[in-house]
């Protein structure tokens, strides 16, 4: 039978491919996903703190420790009578009504790549406290961020899930596990951004054309792609269409336009990269995007000895002038923006770290690694704000009441998502496992 369509020929193949995906980036973190039903928390953004804050200072102040151990931050009083915080937040302090503090938070890690694994996968790493491990098997179970692509989708040509403003790595440039979609496969990754949203240059190239490359010239090779997508015997990636639609989608290019903001609200979110992280943050979830994840900025001019929140030596001093004040001012300015908005009730945030800090103080005036209990903070999406959930023993050691695991974090997070954590997915070998094997936190939900 005669066949009227016309599959381009070797030469046209070659030469598309050899475009580099239209020098897009895009086609590489595009997937589809499948929906999920709606529920109270209709998104989530997760502020990564890259490091691990020390809970002394910050969550779980311990003013009647000895000074070795307490520090030199003593508490102070929030809008909820009763419950007070590290000095450091004095704004976060007006907004503790929001907060649901976690003080009993545990991995049992003392390995930034291996407890980072666990805090993102809600799995345990195996094994334990294992340093400059990089993904792969038998460490491969999805991040949150992909658990929640793949089971709500990508909505409007934006992606379920979203990272920036970088992927996190230790010093060697070792890039942790968990980080991705794992077994899932990739069409359920969440799409990595690499910018600098504080930068007065920011733009994202993945949504800018080349400048060889013009409307007419980008519709020419939609064209020439979508005849391959027919051709037979010819692998075309899957989700280019949809790198087409974002280029020429005017929703995204203007939830990643932070010019767009008045600039008394990008000095509310702090002028730094983590600030103006969190604001694009608010951006892309009011977009439709379903989960953000913002890590820490780890920036050129971190110092080697104690990294972003990695406070081995001179802890006060960094707490004080760089740490405390850019996470108190991203951190509030998100919540109250998102209160604002009437956003915050179907909104889930979460401040998480891969653990938290020793009690006692080592000889550089730092505190070093701690999985054995720390503390997080949760808000919005059917969190209970103004409580305190769990607790440290008097110097912040081992948890005394209520321990969280990993598991139960993501089971909790996925539950207020509307996603049963029960949810059937498929491992590498294709066998059923649950999306979660933890238990849902009933007292803050």
């Known amino acids: 039978m005669h066949r009227s369509h016309h599959f381009p020929t070797r030469r046209e193949s070659l030469r598309v491919g050899g475009l580099g995906a239209l020098g897009l980036s895009l086609p590489q973190l595009l997937a589809a996903g499948a929906t999920g039903r709606p529920t109270k928390a209709k998104r989530c953004i997760v502020l990564f703190l890259l490091g ?14 000895p000074a ?27 907004q503790a009504d929001k907060l649901c503090l976690l003080r009993a938070m545990s991995t049992g890690d003392n390995a930034h790549s291996s407890s980072g694994y666990a805090m993102h996968t809600g799995v345990p790493h195996a094994p334990l406290n294992a340093e400059g491990v990089n993904p792969g098997a038998p460490n491969d179970s999805p991040a949150l961020a992909a658990l929640v692509r793949k089971f709500r989708g990508d909505v409007g040509g934006l992606p379920g899930s979203v990272r920036l403003p970088m992927h996190i790595f ?9 980080q991705d979609a794992g077994f899932l496969g990739r069409a359920s990754d969440p799409w990595l951004f690499r910018c600098e949203p504080a930068s ?10 080349r400048a060889d490359v013009d409307l007419e010239r980008q519709t020419g090779r939609q064209n020439l792609f979508r005849k391959l997508d027919r051709a037979p015997a010819v692998p075309v990636n899957a989700h280019t269409e949809t790198a087409f639609d974002l280029l020429s989608s005017r929703a995204a290019k203007v939830a990643f336009d932070l010019a767009k903001e008045p600039p008394r609200e990008r000095d509310r979110y702090g002028r730094h990269q983590f600030g103006q992280s969190c604001l694009l943050a608010r951006r892309l979830i009011e977009a439709g995007v379903g989960l953000v994840q913002v890590n820490w900025f780890r920036g050129p001019e971190e110092p080697a000895d104690a990294p972003c929140w990695d406070s081995h030596a001179k802890e006060g001093q960094r ?34 770290s891969e653990f938290g800090r020793s009690p006692k103080f080592n000889g550089a005036a730092g505190r070093d690694h701690w999985g054995h209990v720390f503390s997080i903070a949760l808000a919005g999406g059917g969190i209970r704000g103004g409580q305190v959930f769990g607790a440290s023993d008097k110097i912040g050691a081992y948890p005394k009441d209520g321990k969280v695991t990993p598991a139960d974090l993501t089971a909790t997070a996925l539950h207020c998502l509307g996603i049963d954590p029960g949810a059937e997915i498929h491992d590498a070998f294709k066998r059923p496992v649950p999306a979660s094997r933890g238990t849902i936190l009933r007292g803050i939900v």
Do not use: C, Y
């Open 52 to 65: 691990g804050p020390a809970q002394h200072s910050t969550w779980d102040p311990k003013p009647d420790a």
């Open 68 to 94: 070795e151990i307490r520090g030199e931050f003593g508490p102070i009083a929030t809008v909820v009578p009763g419950l007070r915080i590290g000095s450091i937040f004095p704004k976060l302090a007006k």
């Open 170 to 178: 230790n010093t060697d440039s070792s890039v942790w596990p968990g």
């Open 200 to 209: 007065p240059t920011f733009a994202l190239p993945e949504l800018t054309l």
């Open 319 to 352: 707490l004080k002038t760089v740490l405390g004040p850019t996470l108190d001012d991203g951190f509030s300015a998100l919540l109250e923006d998102l209160s604002e908005r009437g956003m915050l009730d179907d909104t889930l945030v979460m401040a998480l």
